[in-house]
Each structure stands twice: as structure tokens, then as C-alpha cells.
């Protein structure tokens, strides 16, 4: 079936460091692809999302290109904050699946001064 | 933009008791609602999707007589989980897609079930 695989957490980085956070996934076809983000006390917001092969969503600084050779929409941002420390979920949408999510486990990020 | 609540944010009950959680779209309609559970350190697993005016439709290895889901107005959805107990011990997020979102989700707060 259709999977979501995230690098496991804590990610702990010191202020202004790179930000990677891998996500492969496991679909028949061609999936959506999301990057949501959890804040503290907080549901979670979307916090970008490619459509096909080879798109690059981006939001906030933070960018992920929709692999499909590779399977992969891994996170990065070139410089972390602070205000950046949260859960980050990997997650796909099935074609045909009527707006049903498959989350990866969740990767959280801890980012010092 | 679209704010989905949740109420309780956190309950804490005695087995066998029953315990209803409030999913509500604060500033839009949602046609869908969905709700999920989050194990500690885990996916949130998708639980049932319900629609406005019509019956649930739960996930493989869902009980649908253990949570009872009520979406009866374009606002609110309801879970309610029945004879609880410590298993269901869990954290409830439900996410609601409104008519003009695009098919966006927009998720509540989550519920912090403990069943003792």
C-alpha cells in the first residue's frame, strides 16, 4: 500500500544552520505531496505541497522538490530559526483518493540560539 | 484564514465511560471532515471521513460502534468514543476541507484523550 517514510527525530540545530529532513515515499501512480508543520499547542498547517514530478513547492524559506525518480520530497532550508522548532510531517495524497492523507511518522526540530 | 477548533483539548475518563469531542470550523463550511488518531511518536492514522448529512466512512479496522461520528451541520462534526477504555488512550485531530479551499485540510487542535 501507499507509505510515507520520514527520517526519524529529534533534529536538534544551532540558529542560522541548513535544515535537512528526508521524506521517500510509496505510491502507485502519481501522488500529491505535503509537508505540513505542527507548532507547539498547535493543529497542523500546511506548510507546502508539489503536485507532480519535478515541481518545487516553497513557503517561508523552506523548499522541497517532488522527486519521482528517487521517490522523494525531502525538506531543506538554508537557514534555520528559532521560531522554525516544531513537528514536520511528510504526507501524500493517493490519486484518485478523495483527499485522504498518509502522514509519516513526524520528524521534530530543535532549533537553539 | 480557516480556523478549526477542538473541544476538549484534553479529557481524562474512567473506563467504560463514553466521551464526545467537538470538531468545529470556526470561519467557513466544510463539506468534509476527517478525523485521525496520533499514537506518541507516531503517523496520525486516518480514522473515519464524514460528510454533512451523511453516514461516516471509517478506515479498515475502525469499529464504527466504538466511534460514533455525527457530522450534522456544515460546522461541527462529533466523535464520540463508547465504553472507553485504556487502549483508546490516544490523541484525536480531526481536519475539515471547506467548499472553496481547494481541497485543503485544515486541522483542529487535537483532543488528548486518557482513559483510566
Known amino acids: 500500500g501507499n507509505s510515507v517514510t520520514q527520517m526519524e527525530g529529534p533534529v536538534t540545530l544551532s540558529e542560522e544552520a541548513f535544515l535537512t529532513i528526508n521524506c521517500t515515499y510509496t505510491?502507485?501512480?502519481?501522488?500529491?505531496l505535503f509537508w505540513y508543520v505542527q507548532y507547539p499547542g498547535e493543529g497542523l498547517q500546511l506548510l507546502l505541497k508539489?503536485?507532480?514530478?519535478?515541481d518545487k513547492g516553497s513557503n517561508k524559506g523552506f523548499e522541497a522538490t517532488y522527486r519521482k525518480e528517487t521517490t522523494s520530497f525531502h525538506l531543506e532550508k538554508g537557514s534555520v530559526q528559532v521560531s522554525d522548532s516544531a513537528v514536520y510531517f511528510c504526507?501524500?495524497?493517493?490519486?484518485?483518493?478523495?483527499?485522504?492523507?498518509?502522514f509519516g511518522a513526524g520528524t521534530r526540530l530543535a532549533v537553539h540560539p | 484564514g480557516a480556523v478549526v477548533s477542538q473541544h476538549p483539548s484534553r479529557v481524562i475518563c474512567k473506563s467504560g465511560t463514553s466521551v464526545k469531542i467537538e470538531c468545529r470550523s470556526l470561519?467557513?463550511?466544510?463539506?468534509?471532515m476527517f478525523w485521525y488518531r496520533q499514537f506518541p511518536k507516531q503517523s496520525l492514522m486516518l480514522m473515519a471521513t464524514?460528510?454533512?448529512?451523511?453516514?461516516?466512512?471509517?478506515e479498515q479496522g475502525v469499529e464504527k460502534d466504538k466511534f460514533l461520528i455525527n457530522h450534522a451541520s456544515l460546522t461541527l462534526s462529533t466523535l464520540t468514543v463508547t465504553s472507553a477504555h485504556p487502549e483508546d488512550s490516544s490523541f484525536y485531530i480531526c481536519?475539515?476541507?471547506?467548499?472553496?479551499?481547494?481541497?485543503?485540510?485544515?486541522f483542529g487542535p487535537g483532543t488528548r484523550l486518557t482513559v483510566l
Open positions: 481536519s475539515a476541507v471547506g467548499q472553496t479551499s481547494y481541497n485543503e485540510q485544515f
Open positions: 505510491a502507485t501512480g502519481y501522488p500529491s
Open positions: 508539489a503536485t507532480k514530478a519535478d
Open positions: 504526507a501524500l495524497t493517493e490519486p484518485g483518493g478523495y483527499n485522504k492523507l498518509i
Open positions: 470561519d467557513f463550511q466544510a463539506t468534509t
Open positions: 464524514s460528510n454533512e448529512g451523511s453516514k461516516a466512512t471509517y
